[in-house]
């Protein structure tokens, strides 16, 4: 039952409805001790904002939708992936280059496009493909792909090689897969949003929000059970699941009639326990509200061998989460935030890079921005 679950999720109180001042370079926030571990604390200093023109085209397709991005620590560039579903061209990631350093932000240049390829080694047809997040691994570049509930595709983890080219598929747990009359599986457009690969090789792969069977979507009240898969990053098989809580809606809408939501939208490993979340909320009439929560799953239950979260009389322990980053607290218009990487600048600093999927829309942003990171966990 919903009862036997053990919520032991600790924040830092940053207000997102709070009025707050513009921030300025180098504004510090720090999160000593998450979960009352003072060896898990993380320091950020901010340095700026960069905006891309909403109207940039690479090698004839536009760039934007970004949706995953990742440190490429033998070159000191990044990777970026599209979310275009091979629409506005074939889906894609892009190399670039994000020049930061302490002293500030200076610009985003955009590399390569490479074309994502399917099993038989074509282009992906278009709306056959969702691609969400991004990452390096030991054998290949892996991606996430959402599905499509609505024509019952499944999601899906894949490697594919530097040049867009098929390498293998982690396997998709029982339960994952869309179900025609939405007793299990995935929901629309709320699936594997998330990606991390940890130190020792291992991916996690977690959905924006509950499957069917696991209860419902966000409110302004209650908040979502999501799973996140860990996988043996050698093999491909599923290792174990955990119940990640996505934070209830924080804002209401303030155009009449509009909708919000909230959900897990992307998340980075810092070692092979610890892991860093973003969940994006948008309200129509107010726009979004991003927040970054240390993710810690130490004691978290296994909960692989569940069939329905609600049903089961198991004590489920889920993932703990501690509050380290509200960008709207802290002085920023975050667009929509969907993208992090953790890299190095070109002076050797240790950097956070955030970036906003604009969904091809004039009146989104191709928005990044970076924090120096001062201090994280030992």
Known sequence: MLGRFVMTASFVILSSTASVHAIEIGTTVETRCPFGDCAAGISLSYLGEFIMPADYMENGTPFGGLSGLDFVAATGRYIAISDDRSE??????????????????????????????????????????????????????????????????????????????????????????????????????????????????DVFAGLEAALYQDGPNPSL??????????????????????????????????????????????????????????????????????????????????VSGIASLPKSDERIVPIRKSQILDLRAIGLTPDNIESMAIGKAKDGTDVLILAADNNFSGSQKNQFYAFQIKWSPR
């Open 88 to 201: 506005k061209g074939p889906a894609r990631f892009f190399d670039l280059d994000i020049d930061v350093s302490a002293a500030g932000f200076t610009g985003v240049t955009v590399g390569n496009r490479v074309v994502l390829e399917d099993k038989d080694g074509h282009p992906f047809a278009p709306r056959n493909v969702d691609p969400e997040s991004i990452r390096i691994g030991r054998d290949g570049i892996y991606w996430g792909n959402e599905g499509d509930a609505k024509t019952l595709a499944p999601p899906f983890v894949r490697v594919t090689s530097p040049d867009g080219a098929f390498v293998r598929e982690l396997k998709l747990p029982d339960g994952f897969a869309p179900t025609s009359d939405k007793s299990a599986g995935i929901r629309d457009n709320l699936a594997f949003e998330a990606l991390a690969v940890t130190p020792s090789g």
């Open 221 to 302: 009240t209650t908040g979502s059970l999501s799973r996140i898969i860990h996988y043996d990053g050698t093999t491909g098989e599923p290792k174990a699941e955990y119940v990640y809580p996505v934070s209830q809606i924080p804002q209401v809408a303030t155009k009449a009639g509009g909708g919000n939501d909230n959900g897990l939208s992307e998340m980075i490993a810092l070692d092979d326990h610890r892991l860093i979340a973003v969940e994006r909320n948008f309200a129509q009439g107010f726009g979004n509200n991003i927040k970054l929560f240390m993710m810690d799953l130490t004691d978290a239950t296994d």
